[in-house]
C-alpha cells in the first residue's frame, strides 16, 4: 500500500489499482467523487474507493479525485497522485511439476502448497487453480503473492493434527501456545520488530477453515490434556464465559497475521475459521478490501480483528459471522496493560453485515485503543451495531471514535459483565472523545437465535462506578432514531426517559460526564 497523501491512498497488483480516500469532514449527503486517470475522466462514484482494472503491468499512471457536490462545486481531494502498477509475474502453478497438487478435495496437499509458496520469490507468484485442495496450516513468508482463481478453494482440514506443531500466538488477549491457524504469516513477538512484510493474497476464490467440526475436535482434545488445571479451577471456572472457554483458546484462526506489515487481502471469499477469521497481531498496514466472510455456527466466529495493531484499513467488505463481525483489540489484563501495545489509527468504511453481532472494540483492551474511523457501512441486521465495551478490572482505554453516515439497530458504549477473568489491571477502563454523526438508528436488532429482529433501545452508554471513570465527551449530532416495532399488542413504555425507566425505545444514560446532543429527531420507521 501506498500512502500518497494524508486523505488518499492507493495500492496496486499488476493489472489493477485500488485508490481509497478519507471522507472528508464537512462532506454532505449527495456528495460524489470523480475519478480520472492520466487526466481523463474514468468513473463517478458516491463512495469513498474506486479500483482501475485491466492496467498495464509495470506502469506509472496519474491518479486523480475530485469530490462534486450537487450545486457544481468541485473539490479535489489532494491533487493527482503517481503511482505504477506491479510487474508481471513468473506463475507457479500448484498443480504443475514440481509441486503437483490435487483438487479433488481429498488429497493432502500441504507439502505440495507449502514447497510452493516456499520456493515463491519477489517476482513469482504462487497460482491456486479451480479445485478443492485440501491442506493443514500453511506458512507464508515476506514479498509472497499468493492467487486464488475463481473457483478455487483452499480448504482446511478437519483434523487437529494437521495444525501442528502449535505456535505462539494471541487469543482474547493472552499470549500461549495456539494451533496452527491454516494461513500463518510472521512470528508472534511483542517487542520485536515486524517480520513478515509484503504479502498479497487476493483472487476471485476461497479460503475455508476446518470450521465446527476443526474447533470441536481442538477443544476436546484441550480438554484432555488439561483436564488438572481445570478441575483445580473448581468454582473459579465461573469467571469464564463457557466452560469450554479455556480449552477454546488454543484454537487456530483461519488467518493470522503476527508482526505483519503491509498485508492485503483482496477479491477472496472466507470462511469457517475455527475460531476467527483474520487476525492481525502487532502488525501495521494490514489491509482487507472487497472480500465476504462468513462464519455461521462457529463460537467465536469474529470476522476482521486488529489486536495491538496500527494503520489498518477494512473496506468494501460483507460479513455473515456468528460474533462480532469487526472486533477492535489490544490485550488482557493484567498482561495486557504490561505489554501496552494500543491498536491505533482504524479506517473502515463501506461494509455490510448481513448476520452477526455488529463492529465492536473490546472488551480485550487494555493496550488502549486510538482513532478508529467508520463511515458509510451498513450494521442494519446486526445485533448491537457498534459496542466500545470493557469490563471494570480492564484497563486501558478508548478513545476518539468517529462514525459517520451508517444506520444500526443500536450504540452501546458500556462496561459489561462477561469475559472477565484474569487478575484486574492497574485502573478502570476510561471510554471518551466518542463521536457519532448523521445516524440512522432502527431500534430493532438481531435475534441470533430466533434470526429475526427484535425491539431494543436505540442508544445505551453506561460509565464505570466511581470518581473520574465515567464515559467523557460523547457527542450525537444529526441522529434519526426510528421508533421499534413493538411485538403485536404491545406499546413502547417510555419513548426518552432521562436513564430511570427502562422500556423499548429507551435512551439509557448513566455514569457520563459531558454528553452533547444535537439534531436528534424521533421519528415512524420508514415505509419499505
Request: hydrophobic share 30%; net charge negative.
Amino acid at each position: 500500500m501506498r500512502v500518497c497523501f494524508m486523505e488518499l491512498y492507493t495500492m496496486a497488483t499488476s493489472d489493477s489499482i485500488t485508490a481509497f480516500w478519507v471522507k472528508p469532514q464537512d462532506s454532505r449527503p449527495g456528495d460524489t467523487y470523480q475519478i480520472y486517470l492520466d487526466g481523463h475522466l474514468t468513473g463517478t462514484t458516491g463512495k469513498t474507493h474506486y479500483t482501475f482494472e485491466n492496467l498495464k503491468a509495470d506502469t506509472k499512471y496519474e491518479v486523480q479525485v475530485i469530490r462534486f457536490r450537487p450545486e457544481g462545486e468541485e473539490h479535489p481531494l489532494e491533487g493527482a497522485v503517481t503511482v505504477g502498477t506491479d510487474i508481471e509475474k513468473e506463475i507457479l502453478n500448484v498443480i504443475k511439476a514440481p509441486y503437483k497438487a490435487v483438487g479433488d478435495g481429498r488429497t493432502m496437499n500441504t507439502k505440495a502448497l507449502q514447497k510452493a509458496i516456499d520456493d515463491c520469490g519477489p517476482g513469482q507468484r504462487v497460482y491456486i487453480p479451480a479445485g478443492t485442495f485440501l491442506t493443514g496450516g500453511l506458512k507464508l513468508h515476506s514479498d509472497l503473492d499468493l492467487y486464488l482463481e475463481e473457483g478455487a478453494i483452499i480448504k482446511g482440514s478437519e483434523d487437529p493434527a494437521d495444525y501442528l506443531p502449535k505456535i505462539r500466538s494471541r487469543f482474547e488477549g493472552i499470549e500461549m501456545e495456539c494451533y496452527q491457524s491454516l494461513l500463518n504469516l510472521g512470528d508472534l513477538d511483542h517487542d520485536g520488530d515486524y517480520n513478515c512484510s509484503n504479502v498479497l493474497i487476493h483472487g476471485k476464490g476461497t479460503i475455508s477453515g476446518g470450521g465446527r467440526p476443526l474447533m470441536d475436535a481442538i477443544i476436546a482434545k484441550e480438554k484432555a490434556r488439561m483436564i488438572k488445571e481445570l478441575e483445580a479451577l473448581g468454582d473459579g471456572i465461573k469467571a469464564y464465559e463457557k466452560p469450554d472457554t479455556i480449552p477454546g483458546r488454543a484454537r487456530g484462526r483461519l488467518i493470522n497475521m503476527s508482526n505483519c506489515r503491509n498485508v492485503r487481502i483482496t477479491g477472496l471469499h472466507l470462511e469457517k475459521g475455527a475460531a476467527w477469521n483474520v487476525h492481525m497481531i502487532y502488525s501495521r498496514f494490514c489491509v482487507m478490501d472487497h472480500c465476504s466472510v462468513y462464519s455461521r455456527n462457529i463460537w467465536n466466529g469474529d470476522g476482521w480483528d486488529p489486536d495491538s495493531s496500527t494503520n489498518c484499513v477494512l473496506f468494501a467488505c460483507r460479513f455473515n459471522t456468528s460474533d462480532d463481525s469487526v472486533a477492535i483489540k489490544s490485550g488482557k489484563n493484567p498482561e495486557g496493560n504490561v505489554i501496552g501495545r494500543e491498536t491505533k489509527n482504524i479506517m473502515i468504511f463501506d461494509c455490510k453485515i448481513d448476520f452477526g453481532h455488529g463492529f465492536a472494540i473490546g472488551s480485550e483492551m487494555s493496550g488502549g485503543v486510538d482513532y478508529v474511523r467508520i463511515w458509510d457501512c451498513d450494521l442494519e441486521h446486526s445485533d448491537f451495531g457498534i459496542q466500545i465495551k470493557g469490563t471494570p478490572k480492564r484497563g486501558g482505554y478508548v478513545r476518539y471514535v468517529y462514525v459517520k453516515d451508517c444506520i444500526m439497530p443500536r450504540v452501546l458504549v458500556q462496561s459489561v459483565p462477561y469475559n472477565d477473568d484474569g487478575e484486574p489491571g492497574p485502573s478502570v477502563p476510561k471510554f471518551s472523545h466518542i463521536y457519532f454523526e448523521r445516524m440512522k438508528i432502527t431500534s430493532m436488532h438481531l435475534h441470533e437465535q430466533k434470526e429475526t429482529l427484535e425491539p431494543c433501545n436505540p442508544i445505551e452508554f453506561r460509565g464505570f462506578e466511581g470518581e473520574g471513570n465515567e464515559a467523557e465527551e460523547i457527542h450525537l449530532k444529526n441522529v434519526t432514531i426510528y421508533e421499534p416495532v413493538m411485538p403485536e399488542g404491545g406499546m413502547s413504555e417510555q419513548w426518552y426517559d432521562d436513564g430511570t425507566t427502562r422500556g423499548y425505545g429507551s435512551i439509557l444514560i448513566t455514569k457520563v460526564k459531558g454528553l452533547y446532543m444535537e439534531g436528534l429527531n424521533f421519528t415512524k420507521r420508514p415505509e419499505k
